[in-house]
């Protein structure tokens, strides 16, 4: 039952993206998100647009899973869409109706903000479609690394990430098979008010925190028992290195970054090159 | 009265493309008052068969009747249901929560809506009938006890709520052999207040000598509903399966491979002494 | 030829829980040869995984000494050579890996000690074929079965290079079939050379060691070759074990007044009673 989760989950295929540095991935995928809320102008929006379809064609991922990101958001999506077309007030009315008044403005504004959501979401679910969750942890460890200088216990923090995905699944089934223990003793989880139904959840939530300590304690002799060590004389198994895909991502990504923030703060009037900024 | 499968399937997430059919056809009978096995190896749809008996699970397709109560309606009693059966999982003892042993088991008669009197009283029954002593355990912590106590907590919980029918899945799993026989004897002494009771086991030895008949189940199919010694005849088929009979049986039938053939099938350790002393002195005659 | 030499060696080791009044182990004095296969059986209770944990410095002994290879565990600046040398697999096939692929997981023993990369995929794959595991090294652990999981876990294990592996309890939460897999690999280990403690509360897996020691109440109560072990089966039974079937029916039957064999296996039973009946 609570198998269908997914993840914006890893898509196992071949492509150049796949095969990307995870850490340019992380640090490129933080200069879209950047770029995203700097756009303003249309163009700029078409710029992001096109940036989008480029990467998730070359990734080779199936459309389907993309869609599949979103549907977790469009709810909340939809929500502040309605909320930013009921209260923007500004500009001239397109129709009104009762107390709702509709402004030009106020469409335009909620589109610009929908897209922005639907990009950000896609964005970053190319991110974990085509990384894998070590490479993940492994790019952010690596990326971390300048934060050992502050005695930050980066390569433990690592291993956490690295744990708790681990157990995602692990700790899901046992909540599963403790909720069916309890249901078996007649509890409850369905009908009640909010307090009952908060109430009712005692009986899987501390056997579940009773486990993970066990667990913990567990695994923490199991990594002892394997020299498990923060110190620097670590290797790492699956090595990083950068190619020239990385480079030609890097190049395209941060075109398109100057390009929006060009755009958004019109510096072409500067080179008289205002044409281009409608 | 009878717990009764008749056609019953069930699959995992019908009607996607991760669909899994984890029981096919499954017909059997299970009478009151009986001891029932049910063996398979991991997989074989064990642990999803015996959730359907107390309606966690519902079937996609087939019926199923516990005693009076219709399982295949629309919206079945599942309230009396779950205190007509009364299911105890793996590792029980995972399942433990409350601040008191008291407390805990009272959970069950709790949700059931007795009253104060009524839910004490059941405590007090359903922990003294797990071999403890209730004034000793009953203001302890359920995490203070031994691994032993806690599993007896944990069935404790469970007989409260006074089912007619108890089903355990694996109640011996992780124990060591003291343990084992005293948990066994434990759940053979629990028929009189529960009189029907379904085991489901990996262990041919521990099951095959308390079982009245024992159901043998692979990839999601029932392939035998025998009583042990009709069962242990089978011992390719079930060797074929992946699964074990009793090393009593093995005996007789390498026994019976050499030219010396018992009178009967013994299951028991006892019982396979017995028959070779009898042999042994009747062959010096 | 065998070198002889001591793996583990415990002299008068007693260990006591913080939190506990009595003490878990009262005065063991054992020492474990290089290539044996001992069984250690003991009922719950009996001390067995606190001497598991104090064989590779887990846990250090209140009183008393543990060394392997002549390194005691309490040298701090030693602990991980001893680590490498006594590697250990425990009850829970869950609760020992820590990543989210195979791979990486085995990958995780060599990382910790500085080996090098390729030499790290070189022992990823030779750890897997020891265990028969070749085919999931890619495999996520959710999927796997419990006997599958225990093997990835020797794997772990055995990518350290281990000259002793502990198991402890490792088959005690699984399947008939898990378990067979398991003492399989374990048994194949030994006849390669790696000295094998196993600890278990299944006394059918003692039959196949060279030697059984009996842990109860703390102590070590018996410490012989099984077969001798076997014949004195009103010891185990005081100390909460039993005699697997076959041994345990041989007694019953020479009890009663039948010259038959002390036998431990079904083969050799069967072979003593075709000859008396």
Redesign the interface.
């Known amino acids: 039952m609570l198998n269908n989760i997914s993840f914006g989950q890893y898509y196992p295929v071949q492509s150049v993206v796949h095969r990307m540095d995870a850490r340019v991935k992380i640090l490129l995928s933080i200069l879209f998100i950047v770029a995203v809320f700097f756009v303003q102008t249309y163009l700029g929006y078409v710029v992001i647009f096109l940036l989008l379809v480029t990467m998730i064609a070359v990734s080779h991922v199936k459309l389907k899973s993309i869609l599949k990101s979103i549907k977790g958001v469009i709810f909340l999506i939809v929500f502040t869409a309605v909320l930013n077309l009921i209260f923007t007030q500004s500009g001239n009315t397109l129709w009104a109706w009762w107390i709702f008044r509709l402004t030009d403005e106020g469409v335009r504004f909620t589109a610009m903000m929908a897209l922005r959501l639907l990009f950000l979401v896609m964005g970053t679910s190319i991110l974990t479609l085509t990384t894998?969750?070590?490479e993940l942890t492994d790019g952010l460890e690596s990326l971390m690394t300048p934060l050992k200088w502050i005695k930050f216990p980066v390569h433990d923090v690592a291993?956490i990430m690295?744990?708790a995905?681990?157990f995602i699944?692990?700790l899901m089934?046992e909540t599963d098979k403790i909720m069916m223990a309890q249901k078996a003793r007649g509890a409850d989880f369905e009908s009640g008010n909010i307090f009952k139904r908060i109430k009712a959840l005692v009986p899987i939530i501390i056997p579940l925190f009773v486990s993970a300590f066990?667990?913990a304690e567990?695994?923490s002799?199991?990594?002892?028992?394997?020299?498990?060590?923060s110190s620097s004389?670590?290797?790492?198994?699956?090595?990083m290195s950068l190619g020239f895909r990385d480079f030609a991502a890097s190049f395209v990504v941060i075109v398109c970054f100057l390009a929006v923030l060009t755009l958004t703060y019109g510096w072409l009037d500067r080179f008289g090159l205002v044409w281009l900024g409608w | 009265m009878s717990i009764v499968v008749e056609h019953l399937n069930f699959t995992y997430m019908p009607d996607t493309p991760y669909a899994k059919t984890a029981l096919k056809d499954i017909n059997l009978t299970i009478n009151e008052g009986e001891l029932f096995g049910i063996i398979g190896?991991?997989g074989s749809g064990k642990s999803t068969l015996i959730q359907h008996f107390n309606g966690l699970i519902k079937a996609t397709e087939g019926r199923i009747k516990v005693f009076d109560i219709d399982l295949s309606v629309k919206k079945p009693d599942y309230k009396r249901l779950r205190a007509t059966v009364g299911l105890v999982f793996q590792y029980p003892e995972y399942q433990l929560f409350d601040e008191t042993v008291k407390a805990d088991v009272g959970f069950g008669p709790r949700n059931l809506g007795l009253s104060k009197d009524e839910i004490d009283t059941r405590v007090r029954e359903a922990i003294s009938l797990v071999g403890l002593n209730y004034d000793d355990i009953a203001e302890k912590s359920p995490f203070d006890l031994?691994?032993?106590q806690k599993r007896r907590v944990a069935i404790a919980g469970v007989i409260a709520m006074q089912p007619k029918v108890l089903v355990l899945d694996e109640p011996t799993?992780?124990?060591?052999?003291?343990?084992k026989?005293d948990i066994l004897r434990l759940i053979l002494s629990l028929r009189k207040a529960s009189p029907t009771v379904i085991i489901i086991s990996?262990?041919m030895?521990e099951i095959a000598g308390i079982a009245d008949r024992i159901a043998v189940l692979d990839k999601g199919e029932v392939k035998y509903v025998l009583p042990p010694k009709e069962l242990f005849d089978k011992a390719e088929e079930l060797s074929e399966l992946?699964l074990?009979v009793?090393?009593?049986v093995?005996?007789y039938k390498?026994?019976k491979k050499?030219?010396?053939v018992l009178p009967d099938m013994p299951v028991r350790?006892?019982e396979?002494?017995r028959l070779?002393?009898e042999?042994?002195k009747g062959?010096r005659g | 030829m065998l070198r002889m030499s001591t793996a583990i060696k415990l002299d008068n080791v007693t260990f006591k829980y913080d939190n506990s009044a009595t003490e878990a182990l009262k005065g063991i004095s054992l020492d474990i040869e290089e290539g044996e296969f001992v069984a250690l059986v003991g009922?719950?209770?009996s001390g067995k995984s606190t001497l598991a944990?104090l064989m590779?410095g887990?846990l250090l002994p209140t009183t008393g000494a543990v060394s392997a290879f002549g390194v005691d565990t309490k040298d701090d600046k030693s602990i991980?050579d001893i680590?490498?040398s006594v590697?250990?697999v425990?009850q829970?096939p869950?609760?020992?890996?820590?990543?989210?692929?195979v791979?990486?997981d085995i990958?995780?023993?060599?990382?910790?000690?500085?080996?090098?990369?390729e030499e790290?995929?070189r022992r990823?794959e030779w750890a897997l074929k020891s265990v028969g595991m070749e085919e999931f090294r890619r495999s996520?652990?959710?999927k796997l079965?419990?006997g599958q999981k225990q093997r990835i876990?020797i794997a772990?294990?055995l990518a350290?290079k281990p000259k002793v592996l502990v198991l402890d309890e490792a088959t005690?939460?699984l399947?008939?079939?898990g378990r067979r897999e398991v003492l399989e690999v374990v048994h194949e280990l030994n006849r390669e050379g790696i000295t094998v403690v196993h600890i278990t509360?299944?006394?059918e897996e003692a039959l196949s060691a060279d030697r059984l020691i009996v842990l109860s109440d703390g102590r070590v109560a018996m410490d012989d070759k099984p077969r001798a072990i076997f014949s004195r089966w009103r010891e185990l039974d005081a100390v909460?074990?039993?005699l697997?079937?076959?041994a345990?029916?041989a007694d019953?039957?020479i009890e009663?007044g039948?010259d038959v064999e002390r036998a431990m296996t079904?083969?050799e039973?069967?072979e003593s009673?075709?000859r008396?009946?």
């Open positions: 894998t969750p070590i291993v690295s744990i995905l681990r699944p692990t089934e066990r667990r567990e695994l002799f199991a990594m002892d028992a394997r020299c498990y060590n004389k670590r290797t790492r198994y699956r090595k | 190896a991991t031994s691994g032993g799993a992780g124990l060591d052999p003291k343990g026989k990996h262990d030895d992946g074990d009793p090393e009593t093995k005996i390498e026994l050499r030219g010396i350790k006892s396979l002494a070779i002393f042999r042994f062959g | 009922s719950n209770g944990k590779n887990l991980f680590r490498k590697g250990m425990f829970n869950d609760n020992q890996m820590i990543a989210t692929i791979e990486d990958a995780f023993g060599p990382e910790n000690i500085g080996v090098p990369s790290i995929g990823i996520t652990p959710f079965s419990g876990a772990g294990v350290l005690a939460m399947d008939p079939k509360h299944y006394m909460g074990l039993a697997p079937t076959v345990s029916l019953i039957l009663g039948m079904r083969e039973l069967v009673l075709c008396l009946l």
